[in-house]
């Protein structure tokens, strides 16, 4: 009977194993990564820092680069991109297609397949291998669709990224408003050319 009974319980449990992660956060958090990156097939990889704030079950995403003097902010519910540009002091608005990938979240037309459990900084995530063209991939993602390490695709497994820290809690608005102060800038406005007066040397 308590043979069975075992039985019963792993068949359920196997049950309910999702066949997929979840595709992104569905709890605020804060993700700090570090990214193998380079900037073209023949440079050598550089760790770069990043950080990515989650809110509204994955609706909103700020992602910064820690050597770059901008950040990008995501809406998926106004369906529009913002970018803060620190140095102009501005920031610039564009649509955004909310089925767009952003690296941080799982394709859903990827086809992937369960592997083993692991722990990174602390957090329990399953991973995932997928398969895209010549070169195979895989991702660590939390049963709440946190993503803690992605392999790169291709021989070359440029772009891999692991995260460094994990942190849950709100997210206040001001993450993903305009910095106080900031102006909207006009991208479809470009500065007149010089006259050709004006290009003589006086």
């Given at each position: 009977?308590?043979?069975?009974?075992?039985a019963a319980i792993a068949l359920l449990l196997t049950a309910q194993a999702p066949d997929r992660p979840t595709a992104q956060p569905i709890r605020d958090v804060t993700v700090e990564?570090?990214?193998?990156?380079?900037?073209?097939?023949?440079?050598?990889?550089?760790?770069?820092?990043?950080?990515?704030?989650?809110?509204?079950?994955?609706?909103?995403?700020?992602?910064?680069?820690?050597?770059?003097?901008?950040?990008?902010?995501?809406?998926?519910?106004?369906?529009?991109?913002?970018?803060?540009?620190?140095?102009?002091?501005?920031?610039?608005?564009?649509?955004?297609?909310?089925?767009?990938?952003?690296?941080?979240?799982?394709?859903?037309?990827?086809?992937?397949?369960?592997?083993?459990?692991?722990?990174?900084?602390?957090?329990?995530?399953?991973?995932?291998?997928?398969?895209?063209?010549?070169?195979?991939?895989?991702?660590?993602?939390?049963?709440?669709?946190?993503?803690?390490?992605?392999?790169?695709?291709?021989?070359?497994?440029?772009?891999?990224?692991?995260?460094?820290?994990?942190?849950?809690?709100?997210?206040?608005?001001?993450?993903?408003?305009?910095?106080?102060?900031?102006?909207?800038?006009?991208?479809?406005?470009?500065?007149?050319?010089?006259?050709?007066?004006?290009?003589?040397?006086?």
């Amino acid at each position: 009977m308590k043979r069975a009974a075992l039985a019963a319980i792993a068949l359920l449990l196997t049950a309910q194993a999702p066949d997929r992660p979840t595709a992104q956060p569905i709890r605020d958090v804060t993700v700090e990564y570090t990214l193998q990156d380079a900037r073209d097939p023949n440079e050598v990889t550089r760790d770069r820092p990043l950080k990515v704030y989650w809110a509204k079950g994955g609706a909103r995403m700020r992602i910064e680069m820690g050597d770059e003097r901008s950040y990008v902010v995501l809406d998926r519910d106004s369906r529009r991109m913002m970018m803060v540009l620190l140095d102009e002091r501005g920031y610039v608005e564009v649509p955004f297609d909310p089925q767009r990938p952003t690296g941080f979240t799982v394709p859903p037309d990827l086809a992937l397949v369960r592997g083993r459990n692991e722990i990174i900084v602390g957090n329990p995530c399953t991973l995932w291998y997928a398969k895209r063209g010549e070169g195979g991939g895989s991702l660590c993602v939390t049963d709440d669709g946190v993503l803690l390490r992605a392999d790169g695709y291709g021989e070359q497994r440029r772009g891999n990224l692991v995260a460094t820290s994990v942190v849950y809690g709100p997210q206040p608005a001001s993450v993903f408003a305009p910095p106080a102060g900031f102006r909207k800038l006009d991208i479809t406005r470009r500065p007149a050319p010089a006259s050709p007066d004006a290009r003589k040397p006086g």
